[in-house]
């Protein structure tokens, strides 16, 4: 042991061996001469003496911490109750489950149907949508979180590898390739992306004025610039580049032919990306199209009636599945979320209230408990 | 130990957990559409498996999925705790001994918090209470008193030839008495002689040939040292001839005949001399209950008393004695032992018998008296340890008298401890059974009536009882009877045991000692016993005991080698304890606690995921998260917690034994506070998951419309979970050194960088980019800060509640202090922490006492040395007087010296 710990101090680069010790003393063993020494050093942290800020939680320290967490959160909450509340959105379901609806005859669509079951649904909004209004679709009961599902994709073969785009990932199974041909781009997630086209119209007097949809800037920057590549070769020709792989199962066109824009076509088209960043949960909508403001005269979406025309291709009937399609306008906090707002005051107020407690417990019993530990 | 029961609470928890989910997930799949909706079938081959091995394989995935709730890394973070923190042990410089140069060393790092939870501690008497370092004290001759009053802190100053002779002169036959009892115990004994000049300059021999003694025994040493003083010093045994240098400074020779030679069934050793004038003596000493039979002259009742006396006052006592044979009984005797030591049979025995005969019509010469010092503060140190509600046992191989005084000096027994004894003798009088009862009874009654609070060392008049017992009693109720009822004697003399608050057992034998530590060991509250001792016949006490620790003394290093820890003086054991143990406890109990809380945190988000992805095993965070999660996020702060924390000062845990029950019977680990901590990650978790949830819940969290992932949605979670995590330990840090801030914020940091790192490139090496700025986009969306906020500010803070209403309402003890010495800082500087709880009676630090408590100390030696022959009943009260009046100044300087008084 002796010799272990010696060889330890020195390895630690304190040099021991400053403090002599007189030899022996009253022992009268065989402790004689200058033993090189063994005392540790006296450095602060050897000796678990390191300086030291010391807090303590006492009701004295945490009271204005209660105080300033609930004047600070409760504020926050009503800003964003507000704001949350400001938002305008407008949700139809058009799933056509309900015999009424328009889009009850396309409940059962398959897939390949020609030419695709169309369905008109007309609303009327009460108010104007004053600022940029976004247009999502959202599904219901649709489990994109998966494990089978949320695997099933080659993030190399969307990322333009030439290989991968040949020889998909083994995880893409089932649908990985078609007779003998690998599918571009392979996988559950693509193989099922939503594939209902959404079509606006404002109705006035009669007459039908398409309102403009914009389907850029829908998916991340990120992943359109560099998460998602259409693969490289010799001239930009998709369908060359495409060659030799076949298109998913269930899609109508290849993936090559989603769009007519050559920077929105192949792998980096965006309703592909969008798709293809699967949800966190079962109930969940997506970005579909834009709705930029003309000018600041007019409001984007003024009140009154508008007709949504559906293709509808896209079958959620056998899984129990809702499709909606929502539109909203965005604040600074994303769209209407109630939820934020309120916890933010419940919280605050709680704080509030917690700290208004403590200060009674505080003065109730915070002078008994110091008074009786000082007798003198 | 509770470790591994948390543990399988942990296991099951998993266990039920997965049954769960995969149940759930087949009632759930039971339609088809569910199990196999056309977005996202399955591979042929999963088709066709057999539900059952799927189940199976469901299971196992889950399990896969959960695996995080048992903290394997707990393990290696426990280790390294454990091993790393080992090493402020050894570098502590007060457990340093300046005289031996030697510092404590640790032989395992395992039981590190075991030290804070000691309920028993067994102690050796001899080299641990005291210094094993004998000086001879007075001598009595015939009744008369002679005492060498040169002795000085165990260090001869000055020689004096001179005797202090307090009776009046003996006459002429006391006079020729004298001569042979000098002769007597020079001549007796196994002393070696070893001339060196360069070994020790610092013995100042004044002969002109420097000398050291050596023998097996010191308190040979001590006697033939302390007759040197008297004047007669023994040279050196030169071809068997003894030389002595007597008063007058002449050399006379002795040849040595025969050495009957120390055993400890006869306590007692002779010698057969003759002298140069061709007399032949045998002159024996030993234990007084061995010599005194045999004497068949001499003062017999006077040198008892003084014996008696001695013995009392915790001296050891030795008598000598002498026969004078004439040529045909030596021959006689030689031949008889001749026979018995060539016998080839039975040797012991044979020459044991012949002992017999040879010893035996002495004439009594007189006795010594050797004291052993106690070692320095030993007092302080026990009753440091009974406030602490540490159970104090002495073992000893020593006589009752001797031990039981001892007792007293170190305050193991106190002047109002009603002793109770279960002694041979006693036994003798009444049948073991009524002895035991009757004890039983007395002590019984009391503590009925007693409640938990007046055990508390605080009130020192409150009735305690101690009890002696000696190793023949002992072996009584150990012996298992024919009737085999010795249960009831066991059980019964447990109980007298357990009700009183200092044991003394005394002629124990090294095997007895392991025994009585078995017998508590074992007993039904399964207390941690902790056994030290220095020499080897403590050793099969210190393996024993849960805790085993060696004094590197006198002795040898046998029960350092045997122990766990080893420390250089006994008074080390306070610190070790009441310091080292309390925080290495208070650390270990936190870091396991933290270590489920925070894999409770971290896992039961999963679990509730499996609710909302179709029980398919999804993960909530990514690979890296979840492996990097224990290892790299959130394992340092803990292990540094571990290492560092100090929720009160050194100072004030050694100044404040009582503080130590506060952690006592593993008060931290207990399910109460395993099921607070579980409760509290349940509640963190469930916090974490449905904030986020209702965060995301079909909603839009950006600002420009673009919608978040599951991966995101898992990273908020996670995010909320590390700063969570990290803050809640920063909560219960009560020491921040630079360190500390260090490792918290940085991990903090860290995480970030990482996360930045992981989603800011794509990883070529990687067949899924799942991550790729998820972090980014997170951080640029508004509400996922706020909601990150929110989050960490509602799950800490039941947590910060629970503390501060805790602390307000019901303070433990351990929070008084804290709150104090904070009150202390802030108002009085001049004034410890423990002044302006308790009185000022500790206002000045123990190193500023020192040098005045050491000259007080010389002062009353002295003083004792010379009370003694008036009276010695009042040694006792002496310390009980010291005790009661320990709340005045005065009184504490008067204990303080006292601690170092020798007896």
Redo the contacts between chains.
């Keep these: 042991?002796a010799v272990n710990?010696s060889a330890k101090e020195e390895a630690d680069g304190h040099p021991s061996g400053g403090v002599g010790?007189?030899?022996?003393?009253?022992?009268?063993?065989?402790?004689?001469g200058a033993?090189k020494?063994?005392?540790?050093?006296?450095t602060a942290f050897?000796?678990?003496?390191?300086?030291?800020?010391?807090?303590?939680?006492?009701?004295g320290t945490?009271l204005p911490a209660f105080f300033i967490?609930g004047l600070i959160?409760i504020p926050?909450g009503i800003g964003?109750f507000v704001t949350s509340n400001n938002i305008r959105e407008y949700e139809i379901d058009y799933t056509g489950t309900e015999p009424s609806s328009p889009c009850n005859k396309c409940l059962n669509v398959s897939w390949d149907s020609t030419p695709p079951c169309t369905c008109i649904i007309n609303f009327t909004l009460e108010h104007s949508f004053e600022s940029?209004v976004?247009m999502?679709y959202?599904l219901s009961n649709?489990?994109?979180?998966?494990?089978?599902?949320?695997?099933?994709?080659?993030?190399?073969q969307l990322?333009g590898d030439n290989s991968s785009l040949l020889n998909p990932?083994k995880?893409c199974?089932?649908?990985r390739t078609n007779e003998d041909k690998p599918i571009a781009p392979c996988g559950?997630i693509a193989?099922?992306m939503f594939n209902d086209t959404l079509e606006l119209y404002r109705i006035d007097n009669d007459t039908k004025t398409p309102i403009t949809l914009i389907k850029k800037?829908?998916?991340?920057w990120?992943?359109k610039n560099?998460?998602f590549r259409n693969p490289t070769g010799d001239g930009n020709n998709l369908t060359a580049l495409f060659q030799g792989t076949t298109k998913p199962v269930n899609w109508p066109k290849p993936v090559y032919m989603l769009d007519t824009e050559p920077d929105n076509n192949g792998f980096i088209n965006e309703d592909f990306i969008?798709w293809m960043?699967?949800?966190?949960?079962?109930?969940?909508?997506?970005?579909y199209r834009?709705i930029e403001r003309k000018n600041n005269l007019q409001p984007t979406l003024q009140a009154g009636k508008y007709s949504l025309h559906i293709g509808y291709n896209y079958?959620v009937h056998?899984?129990?599945g809702r499709k909606r399609m929502i539109l909203?306008t965005?604040?600074?906090?994303?769209?209407?979320?109630p939820?934020?707002g309120i916890?933010?005051i419940t919280?605050g107020s709680?704080?509030f209230f917690?700290g208004v407690v403590?200060l009674i417990?505080?003065h109730k019993?915070?002078n008994r408990?110091?008074s009786a530990?000082?007798?003198? | 130990r509770s470790m591994n029961a948390f543990l399988i609470v942990y296991l099951c928890i998993l266990i039920s957990k997965a049954l769960i989910n995969t149940v759930l997930k087949y009632v759930w799949q039971s339609e088809p559409f569910r199990d196999e909706p056309w977005y996202n079938q399955k591979t042929e081959p999963e088709r066709k498996r057999n539900l059952f091995l799927q189940a199976l394989t469901d299971f196992l995935a889950f399990m896969v999925l959960f695996n995080y709730i048992i903290p394997v890394s707990m393990y290696v973070t426990v280790e390294m705790q454990k091993f790393l923190g080992s090493y402020f042990l050894t570098w502590d410089e007060e457990m340093f001994d300046e005289d031996t140069g030697e510092g404590p060393l640790v032989n395992t790092s395992d039981l590190n918090e075991e030290l804070g939870q000691i309920e028993y501690v067994f102690t050796d008497k001899t080299g641990t209470l005291t210094e094993n370092n004998m000086e001879f004290v007075e001598c009595c001759i015939e009744g008369h008193v002679y005492v060498p009053h040169v002795i000085c802190n165990g260090q001869i100053l000055h020689d004096c030839t001179g005797i202090d002779m307090i009776d009046s002169s003996p006459g002429g036959s006391g006079k020729e008495r004298e001569d042979l009892f000098f002769r007597a115990l020079c001549l007796c004994h196994t002393v070696q002689v070893k001339d060196d000049d360069s070994v020790d300059g610092l013995r100042k021999n004044q002969l002109s040939k420097p000398c050291i003694y050596i023998s097996s025994s010191p308190d040979e040493v001590a006697l033939v040292e302390g007759i040197q003083r008297l004047g007669y010093t023994y040279l050196r045994l030169k071809d068997n001839f003894m030389e002595i240098l007597n008063r007058e400074n002449n050399i006379e020779k002795f040849e040595l005949l025969e050495v009957l030679s120390f055993d400890s069934v006869r306590r007692r050793m002779s010698v057969i001399v003759k002298s140069s004038g061709g007399d032949i003596f045998l002159f024996c000493k030993g234990a007084d209950s061995s010599i005194f039979p045999r004497v068949k002259e001499g003062k017999i009742d006077q040198i008892r008393s003084r014996v008696e006396r001695n013995a009392v006052e915790g001296l050891r006592t030795l008598c000598v004695a002498y026969k004078k044979l004439t040529a045909e009984e030596y021959s006689c005797a030689q031949k008889l032992l001749q026979n018995a030591k060539l016998a080839l049979q039975d040797r012991e025995k044979k020459l044991a018998e012949v002992y017999e005969k040879i010893e035996r019509d002495f004439i009594l010469l007189g006795a010594t008296a050797v004291e052993d010092r106690l070692q320095e503060k030993a007092a302080d140190t026990i009753e440091s340890l009974q406030k602490a509600g540490i159970k104090v046992w002495v073992l000893t191989g020593d006589k009752m008298e001797t031990a039981a005084a001892t007792c007293y000096a170190c305050k193991l027994f106190r002047r109002n401890t009603q002793l109770l004894e279960l002694t041979t003798k006693k036994i003798e009088e009444q049948s073991l059974h009524d002895v035991l009862f009757d004890l039983s009874k007395t002590v019984l009654r009391h503590s009925g009536s007693l409640t938990r609070d007046t055990f508390s060392g605080l009130s020192t008049d409150m009735q305690d009882y101690g009890l002696i017992i000696d190793g023949a009693a002992l072996s009584l109720i150990m012996k298992p009877r024919q009737d085999g009822s010795s249960a009831n004697y066991r059980e019964l003399f447990l109980e007298i045991c357990r009700n009183c608050s200092a044991v003394l057992c005394c002629r124990m034998a090294p095997l007895q000692k392991a025994q009585i530590v078995k017998l508590i060991k074992l007993s039904k509250e399964h207390p941690i016993t902790l056994a030290i001792g220095d020499g080897a016949n403590d050793v099969s006490m210190i393996l024993e005991a849960h805790v085993g620790i060696g004094i590197i003394g006198k002795e040898g290093r046998q029960a350092a080698r045997n122990s766990d820890y080893a420390i250089p003086k006994f008074k080390h054991l306070k610190k070790m304890l009441l310091v080292h143990g309390h925080f290495y406890y208070v650390r270990i109990s936190e870091l396991v606690q933290y270590f489920f809380y925070k894999n409770v945190c971290f896992i039961f988000p999963q679990f509730l995921y499996q609710f909302f992805c179709g029980f398919s095993q999804q993960t909530l965070y990514d690979t890296a998260y979840l492996t990097l999660y224990n290892i790299s996020f959130t394992s340092l702060p803990i292990l540094l917690y571990g290492l560092m924390e100090q929720h009160v000062s050194a100072d004030t845990l050694k100044r404040e034994p009582s503080l130590y029950r506060d952690v006592a019977k593993n008060a931290l680990l207990r399910w109460r506070a395993f099921i607070y901590w579980t409760f509290l990650g349940v509640f963190d978790a469930v916090v974490f998951f449905f904030g986020a949830y209702f965060l995301f819940d079909n909603t839009v969290v950006t600002s420009n419309g673009q919608m978040f992932g599951n991966w995101t949605f898992g990273t908020v979670v996670f995010t909320v979970l590390v700063f969570t995590v990290t803050l809640k330990l920063a909560l219960d840090t009560h020491y921040w050194t630079w360190i500390n801030h260090f490792m918290i914020w940085g991990s903090l940091v860290f995480y970030i960088v990482f996360s930045l790192l992981w989603g800011g490139i794509i990883w070529p090496f990687l067949n899924y980019q799942r991550m790729y700025y998820v972090f980014m986009q997170m951080l640029s969306s508004g509400p996922a800060w706020l909601g990150i906020i929110l989050l960490i500010t509602v799950s800490l803070l039941p947590d910060v509640l629970k503390k501060v209403l805790c602390r307000q309402l019901w303070p433990t003890a351990t929070e008084r202090i804290q709150n104090a010495s904070r009150h202390c800082r802030e108002h009085i500087s001049e004034f410890t922490p423990l002044a302006c709880l308790k009185s000022p009676r500790y206002r000045s630090s123990d190193c500023s006492h020192s040098p005045a408590r050491r000259s007080n100390s010389h002062s009353k030696k002295m003083m004792f040395t010379h009370w003694r022959g008036i009276d010695y009943s009042v040694l006792p009260s002496v310390f009980g007087y010291s005790n009661k009046q320990g709340r005045s100044r005065a009184g504490y300087r008067y204990s303080g010296s006292g601690l170092e008084t020798s007896v």
């Design positions: 042991m710990y010790v007189p030899g022996g003393g009253a022992v009268g063993g065989g402790s004689g033993v020494t063994r005392k540790p050093d006296n050897k000796q678990q003496r390191l300086p030291a800020w010391q807090p303590i939680l006492t009701a945490v967490i959160f926050i964003i940029n976004f999502y959202g649709f489990y994109q979180n998966h494990r089978r599902y949320v695997k099933s994709r080659d993030d190399s990322n990932s995880e199974e089932p649908y559950a193989n099922s800037g829908i998916a991340w990120t992943d560099v998460k969008v960043r699967t949800a966190a949960l079962p109930t969940f909508r997506k970005l834009l079958p056998s899984f129990d909203s965005i604040s600074w906090m994303g769209g209407k979320n939820f934020l916890a933010y919280v709680i704080c917690l403590l417990i505080h019993y915070g408990n110091t530990d000082i007798p003198n």
